[in-house]
Nanobody, 124 residues
């Protein structure tokens, strides 16, 4: 079992930055691929970024590539999402998720564990 708790959301102006954190319970954090997803009002949850257990490999949605960076600190059981050059269309509830799969993966149903989400609002 893995329990995930996100933090770091808030209100920011367009062009600004935020860093989201996701703290995980358990002693096997480094064995999980970690992902970030988001869900805007009235829209389906969508993939944002994912990172392998070692932190060596990552993958991004085209909409955030070059602006967002996913990273992890296995000693702290934490995964981060650094979000720069934020746009109003980035406004959403952001969720972190974990999967025991070996490689980064994007489908929502591949992820077994989810946090409660943190709100990110970008004003124009």
């Amino acid at each position: 079992q893995v329990q995930l708790v996100e933090s770091g959301g808030g209100l920011v102006q367009a062009g600004g930055s935020l860093r989201l954190s996701c703290a995980a319970s358990g002693r096997t954090f480094s064995s999980y691929v970690m992902g970030w997803f988001r869900q805007a009002p009235g829209k389906e949850r969508e993939f944002v970024a994912a990172i392998t257990g070692s932190g060596v490999n990552s993958y991004y949605a085209d909409s955030v590539k070059g602006r967002f960076t996913i990273s992890r600190d296995n000693a702290k059981n934490t995964v981060y999402l650094q979000m720069n050059s934020l746009k109003p269309e980035d406004t959403a509830v952001y969720y972190c998720a974990a999967t025991a799969r070996i490689f980064v993966t994007t489908p929502i149903h591949h992820y077994n564990y989810w946090g409660q989400g943190t709100q990110v609002t970008v004003s124009s």
